[in-house]
C-alpha cells in the first residue's frame, strides 16, 4: 500500500499569502495518478487538480500543482478567504487507492 | 452533470450489517466506476472500494472479508453493505464517480452519517 504523507498538518497564513502543501508518497506514483481535493467543513471532497498539475472545472487559478516521483506539492498563490479548508492528496499508482492524512489551511 | 444522493439508516447496531444506496441522477449508471469512501468524526478519507457498471468490483484489503458492493441497473443505483460493524465503522460515508480519463473523482455525493452504537 503508498502511504501519502500530508505536510504540515496545519498551515495558519494572512490573506494574500502563499500556502505550499506537501505530499509525500512512500513509493513513486505516476503523476497521471496524484490528485487533490479541496475539503470545506461539512462539505463533500470537491476535486482541485488531477495529474498532478492539471486544474478541474471550477478551480481558480490561484491553485497550481506540481511534482513528480514522491514528491508532490499544492501550491496557492495568494490565500482567499474561501480558500479555508482541508486539503487531501489521493495516488491511484496502485490499488488500494489512498488518500493523505490532510492539511488544515486556515487564516489567521 | 451527474448527481449522487446516498440514502440508509443512520444508526446500526454493533455485529450488524451496514446496508446504504447511493442513487444517481442526471446520468446513467451504464458507465463508470462507482466508488465509496468514508471518513470517520474529525478524521481523513478511507476508500472502501468501487463496483463497475458491469458488476465487476474491487475492495480495500482491510475492509475485503467485510464488504460487498452491488449494481442496480434499472434503478440507476450501487449499494454497499458492510457486515459484521463496530463503532470503528462510525463515519460519514461518501458514494463518488470515477473519471476514468483523470484518474480522480469528479462527483461526490453530500455524504451520510451512519452511527454504530447500542
Known sequence: EIVLTQSPGTLSLSPGER?????RAS???SSSHLTWYQQKPGQAPRLLIYGASSRATGTPDRFSGTGSGTDFTLTISGLEPEDVAVYYCQQYSSLPLTFGGGTKVEIK | QVQLQESGPGLVKPSETLSLTCTVSAGSINSYYWNWVRQPPGKGLEWI???HHSGSANYNPSLKS??????DTPKNRFSLNLRSVTTADTAVYYCAKWHESWNAYDCWGQGILVTVSS
Request: glycine share 6%.
Open chain 1, 27 to 29: 513509493q513513486s506514483v
Open chain 1, 19 to 23: 500556502a505550499t502543501l506537501s505530499c
Open chain 2, 66 to 71: 467485510r464488504v460487498t458492493m452491488s449494481v
Open chain 2, 49 to 51: 472500494g468501487y463496483v
